[in-house]
Nanobody, 115 residues
Framework: QVDVLESGGGLVQAGGSLRLSCEMS????????MGWYRQAPGKERELVVG???????NYLDSVKGRFTISKDNAKNTVYLQMNNLKPDDTAVYYCMASYSGHDNWGQGTQVTVSS
């Protein structure tokens, strides 16, 4: 059983938009906290934005005003809407949900922004 599954990545030109989806199992969707992370080649994984206590928190400074996190309870899915994408946003994007003392990671989805 896959508890966390990302989708929606792809290749887009600078200025374009993508919406990433993180579909979770019903069990894991009762998470205590979750986050969208990204890792660019040669760089450490970084937190893009998270949800804790039911509220979006900690948007990365470089994505503020461009990225928006949202949650669809009916679909057990968390979204990351990414607008005005820049080449520096190129990375593998991961979804992580903390539930019952475990951090559940997805396999990642590649986002590539061309200049």
């Amino acid at each position: 059983q896959v508890d966390v599954l990302e989708s929606g990545g792809g290749l887009v030109q600078a200025g374009g938009s993508l919406r990433l989806s993180c579909e979770m199992s019903k069990r894991v969707f009762n998470f205590k906290a979750m986050g969208w992370y990204r890792q660019a080649p040669g760089k450490e994984r970084e937190l893009v934005v998270g949800i804790a206590g039911g509220r979006a928190q900690n948007y990365l400074d470089s994505v503020k005003g461009r990225f928006t996190i949202s949650k669809d309870n009916a679909k057990n899915t968390v979204y990351l809407q990414m607008n005005n994408l820049k080449p520096d946003d190129t990375a593998v994007y991961y979804c992580m949900a903390s539930y019952s003392g475990h951090d559940n990671w997805g396999q990642g989805t590649q986002v590539t922004v061309s200049s």
